[in-house]
């Protein structure tokens, strides 16, 4: 079982709806969540990290975590054309960074 | 955050030549940095952890003779590709951890495009 796990799509939106992107991870006792985007041909950027149990929001961005549920999700709320790319979700367990394979997003005009 | 460089940005090199990637932290200190190498339309491969003051931990498959790695100060690791081969040609990143008062976070930089002919 791999450790972090992501949906590798792709996941196809339109213009202006709420993208909706989703991780699940094994260990129980992680710590921390992180999210970055890869736009084809660059390194990943971060644009959310999470460490408690809820939600936190940054502007169009939502992360979401349950770790009952051992799931953390990212919103993107009115997706833009700039918001294609790879979505990476990764957790921290233990100092132990894992990836998941991630996430590619096309938001359609 | 924080940013991490990397330097080239993009090389080309002929078969059987070496070549040194450079990777700093330039506003913080990092004990830890990795090095990752990633094919086209593919995910980020993990290739060894490396750790100011001692010896890099290679994940498996990885040849430590073949690829390198020094860290010889809180702010900079730098990754050899010796004798290199067109297999080799990828898009190499680094990334450096930052300890940050609620955990520590993985910081990427640019990424460097090798290309072997």
């Known amino acids: 079982q791999k450790e972090v796990e992501q949906n590798s799509g792709p996941l196809s939106v339109p213009e202006g709806a709420i993208a909706s992107l989703n991780c699940t991870y094994s260990?129980?006792?992680?710590?921390?969540f992180f999210w970055y985007r890869q736009y084809s041909g660059k390194s990943p950027e971060l644009i959310m990290s999470?460490?408690?149990?809820g939600d936190k929001e940054d502007g169009r961005f939502t992360a979401q975590l349950n770790k009952a549920s051992q799931y953390v999700s990212l919103l993107i709320r009115d997706s833009q054309p700039s918001d294609s790319a790879t979505y990476l979700c990764?957790?921290?367990?233990?100092?132990?960074?894992?990836f998941g394979t991630g996430t590619s997003l096309t938001v359609i005009p | 955050g924080a940013v991490v460089s990397q330097h080239p940005s993009w090389v080309i090199c002929k078969s059987g030549t070496s070549v040194k990637i450079e990777c700093r932290s330039l506003d913080f200190q990092a004990t830890t940095m990795f090095w990752y190498r990633q094919f086209p339309k593919q995910s980020l491969m993990l290739m060894a952890t490396s750790n100011e003051g001692s010896k890099a931990t290679y994940e498996q498959g990885v040849e430590k003779d073949k690829f390198l790695i020094n860290h010889a100060s809180l702010t900079l690791s730098t990754l050899t590709v010796t004798s290199a081969h067109p297999e080799d040609s990828s898009f190499y990143i680094c990334?450096?951890?930052?300890?940050?008062?609620?955990?520590?976070?993985?910081?990427f930089g640019p990424g460097t495009r090798l290309t072997v002919l």
């Open positions: 999470i460490y408690s149990n």
């Open positions: 260990d129980r006792g992680s710590q921390s």
């Open positions: 990334s450096a951890r930052k300890e940050e008062w609620v955990t520590d976070t993985q910081y």
């Open positions: 990764a957790v921290n367990t233990g100092n132990q960074f894992y």
